[in-house]
Nanobody, 116 residues
Framework: QVQLVESGGGLVQPGGSLRLSCAASGGIFSFYDMGWYRQAPGKQRELVAAITHGEKKTYTDSVEGRFTISRDNAKNTVYLQMNSLKPEDTAVYYC??????????WGQGTLVTVSS
């Protein structure tokens, strides 16, 4: 069973930066397609960034050029570097792992608050 643990959230001022980490255990991390999602109060969960097992990266338009997703298969970890943060980036950020029809795992989430 795949378990995901996010870390790195917190309070940051507008224009600041944070790096989120998601550590995976169980299974074979290098096989997984990984994603970062977020859910703001009163809104639906949305995909922010994704990286496939082949390291193809995609971003939602609102974070393109500001956020960078990466993975370290040796450490079973995926990262989300967030720069130039805006108040509208405030949300709980979740890590997701997918593999065919057999794996669809979620972390517990980490809160990011962008406020002055």
């Amino acid at each position: 069973q795949v378990q995901l643990v996010e870390s790195g959230g917190g309070l940051v001022q507008p224009g600041g930066s944070l790096r989120l980490s998601c550590a995976a255990s169980g299974g074979i991390f290098s096989f997984y397609d990984m994603g970062w999602y977020r859910q703001a109060p009163g809104k639906q969960r949305e995909l922010v960034a994704a990286i496939t097992h082949g390291e193809k990266k995609t971003y939602t338009d609102s974070v393109e050029g500001r956020f960078t997703i990466s993975r370290d298969n040796a450490k079973n970890t995926v990262y989300l570097q967030m720069n130039s943060l805006k108040p509208e980036d405030t949300a709980v950020y979740y890590c997701n792992a997918k593999f065919l029809q057999t794996v669809d795992a979620w972390g517990q989430g980490t809160l990011v608050t962008v406020s002055s």
